[in-house]
């Protein structure tokens, strides 16, 4: 399984990434991690699933 990662994905103007979750193919809850890089990282050791971006700001 590979890492399905949406980079910057859903953030808009006024808006920046705070961290990032990762849930698993399995459905299990990952993070947050600090960088982009840590999440996929976590996402590939757990066999693959999804990196989102925790937002913040309006």
Do not use: N
């Not at 193919?25 to 989102?52: D, N, Q, S």
């Amino acid at each position: 399984m590979g890492c399905a990662c949406g980079a910057g994905r859903g953030t808009g103007p006024g808006q920046s990434a705070a961290g990032y979750l990762v849930t698993t193919v399995t459905g299990e809850k990952l993070g947050p991690y600090l960088t982009m890089t840590e999440a996929r990282i976590a996402a590939t050791a757990a066999g693959g699933g999804t990196v989102k971006p925790l937002l913040e700001g309006g």
